[in-house]
DNA sequence: GGTGAAACTTGGGACAG
DNA sequence: CTGTCCCAAGTTTCACC
């Protein structure tokens, strides 16, 4: 029962480029062991499977000028599932919106905004959010700071869970 | 009163990095409309500054076996500067923790979890957190759909901003 | 999975505005 | 100081084993 039907090989190819998404591939193929042709293979091949949904360079938002990030939970008046779709797809259009999690619970959404300002953010808020139809609640927390922020997952602890059911 | 010292090339430069970290130089010369050599100084020289902090592989954490992503509210009973700082190294100590970002308002901090399945995370936090020295209160909440997921800032936001300004 | 070879990319140096 | 042109070293990516 390994990952899904990847192996050690590709779980490696991973965490690499997770780790160095801009890595060469000569480079990646030395760290995980095989030579540079296979290794883009399954490169590819991971692409294609949509194990690797892309690549993005993670740029500094606040010396770029977005000084505040909120954290907004939303309930809906109504929860039936064209109204949820219709909020989701609101939240789509909405710059400002970077993430839209459905919750369990007595909130129905977890929004997380990134804003050049706090002014800014408010006038998504008022003009926006609270004019959107079936918003019923909206509480804002902001952010103070930073404490920790990796992206993607962590493999070591999928590389432990395979370990024990080995 | 511009960006940070950026030009609308250097801010080309990093929207494009952004939605896509792996093109290739010449690509990404053509699309912000100068030859390659000045391209690649003006990235390594924004990779020096800090705008670009990294560049990483989007993995699909699904499809990789990562079935389940909780938040989790924390709660802690003295808000000292060094108990807030220690609970902040724990977090960074977990790799389940993937962001813990520090909240105004009722609840301390905000923690994002990704973990392989129910019963993984509820050991985190049975064994982890709930035995955390100064932690008060904890409350988690399941997300049951990812609605909306963009890596990185909005870049149209802050074009828009810098029109008004100029 | 590995090898070799062609096409392309990177990243430096020399130079012009 | 920023852009253009050119060139060697390294990288990607093919066909083939």
Redesign the interface.
């Known amino acids: 029962m390994p ?2 039907g ?1 192996d050690p090989i590709d779980r490696k190819i ?1 965490a690499e ?6 890595m060469t591939n000569v480079e990646l193929a030395k760290r995980v062991g095989i030579s540079a042709p296979p290794c883009l293979r399954r490169v590819r091949t991971l692409e294609e ?13 606040r ?4 000084e505040v ?1 909120v ?1 907004v939970m939303v309930g809906l008046h109504s929860q039936a599932k064209d109204d949820l779709t219709a909020f ?1 797809d609101q ?2 259009s909405w ?11 007595e ?1 129905d ?2 929004l997380k905004c ?3 300002d706090l002014s ?1 953010f408010q006038t998504f808020l008022t003009d926006e959010l609270l004019t959107t139809a079936n918003v019923e609640s909206v509480k804002t ?14 493999f ?3 590389e432990a ?1 395979l370990q024990k059911t080995a």
Chains 1, 2 share one sequence.
Request: hydrophobic share 40%; proline share 6%; charged share 20%.
């Open positions: 990952s899904n990847l991973l480029l997770q780790a160095d998404g801009r499977q949509g194990f690797i949904k892309g690549y993005h360079a993670d740029v500094d938002a010396s770029l000028g977005f990030q954290f989701e939240c789509r710059p400002l919106v970077r993430e839209c999690h459905m919750l369990n619970g909130v959404f977890l990134t804003a050049p800014s927390s902001l952010v103070i700071q930073e404490a920790k922020d990796v992206p993607g997952v962590p070591d602890v999928l869970r």
